[in-house]
């Protein structure tokens, strides 16, 4: 697979690159904070969208628009109470077309994504995060998955969870054949850790332009020096990924998640930079924390912003 992508060489440029890029339209679901209405606006001064359809209690929405520097004619607004009602209206508009993003708002996470279930084109949906921390691996963007909504990892699924991150990394960060590393504990197989063996079976599994090692503790997948100093591990595509991984696969969503949480905390001391995106729906979708810090939601949305119009028509 040739691609014609420029290198990602850091999560702040996903700004820049989808501000050059056709305006997107983002579709919000409970659009009724003024959180939300705050991202809109930077997300519209950064050229990342052109359009707004906001989802919730239209006379909220219409006075944070007012207290903000949005025009009006760049919302339009759907006055929708509840939030059942909301996950209907979603799906209806997404199902209509002209929706390149759904950002969650102020609504239910158990009943948005239950209703964004409807959307799902993938057999498994999953949460990649790119991030970049200067401790880690020399700074440069890296994928972690899935830290947010696969519970149930059974081997099947961690193959679809591998296909979708990347995708991720071909499409957005310009790798032809990322480089993936299923974490583990340890290196070797050991019999009372499930995730080891379940790592070796992963990495021999036949993948399409991917490379992947497993099972590789931490320091061996990100660490290059920690590489030279315990050796190249006895696993298949070592001498390829120990220390140079692109993507980071955890066992299960506990590791993903407490990882992704340490990497969030980094961001808020200005050590970090992290976005997410996903994927398995019609559209990319953003589930972002109110603890994400704006930085991190708006990469998030330029991240689906770039991932949408690069895969436009497929």
Not at 132 to 156: K, N, Q, W, Y
Not at 175 to 186: C, G, R, T
Not at 210 to 232: H, M, Q, R, Y
Request: a negative charge.
């Amino acid at each position: 697979m040739s691609n014609e992508y420029y290198k990602l060489k850091s999560v702040s440029e996903l700004v820049e690159i989808a501000g050059k890029m056709p305006g997107a339209t983002v579709l919000i679901p409970g659009g009724d904070r003024n959180e939300d209405i705050k991202l809109v606006e930077a997300a519209f001064d950064s050229g990342i969208i052109n359009k707004a359809v906001l989802l919730g209690n239209a006379e909220q929405i219409h006075q944070h628009i007012s207290e903000h520097t949005i025009k009006p004619s760049q919302c339009e607004v759907v006055d929708v109470k509840g939030d059942e009602e909301i996950g209907v209206k979603t799906v209806e508009l997404v199902n209509a077309g002209g929706v390149d993003i759904v950002l969650k708002g102020g609504i239910s996470t158990l009943i948005i994504n239950r209703a964004m279930l409807k959307l799902a084109v993938k057999p498994t949906v999953s949460l990649a995060s790119i991030f970049d921390a200067a401790p880690i691996s020399h700074g440069r963007p890296i994928v972690l998955t899935d830290a947010g909504v696969t519970t149930v990892c059974t081997f099947e699924r961690m193959v679809d969870i591998i296909n979708n991150s990347a995708d991720v990394a071909r499409i957005v960060m310009g790798l032809e054949k990322p480089k993936v590393a299923i974490l583990a504990a340890n290196e070797k197989q050991i019999s009372s850790l499930p995730s080891t063996a379940m790592g070796l079976k992963l990495a021999k599994h036949e993948f399409k332009d991917i490379l992947v090692c497993g099972p590789l503790s931490f320091d061996l997948a990100t660490d290059p020096e920690s590489v030279e100093i315990k050796g190249i591990p006895d696993s298949p595509n070592a001498a390829q990924v120990a220390g140079k991984a692109d993507i980071l696969v955890c066992p299960g969503i506990d590791s993903a998640n407490i990882l992704y949480k340490t990497l969030a905390s980094l961001v808020k001391y200005g050590d970090a930079s992290m976005a997410g995106i996903t994927l398995g729906f019609k559209v990319p979708y953003v589930i972002l924390s109110r603890a994400d810090s704006l930085e991190t939601r708006l990469d998030s949305v330029a991240l689906c912003s770039v991932y949408a119009q690069r895969t436009k028509g497929e």
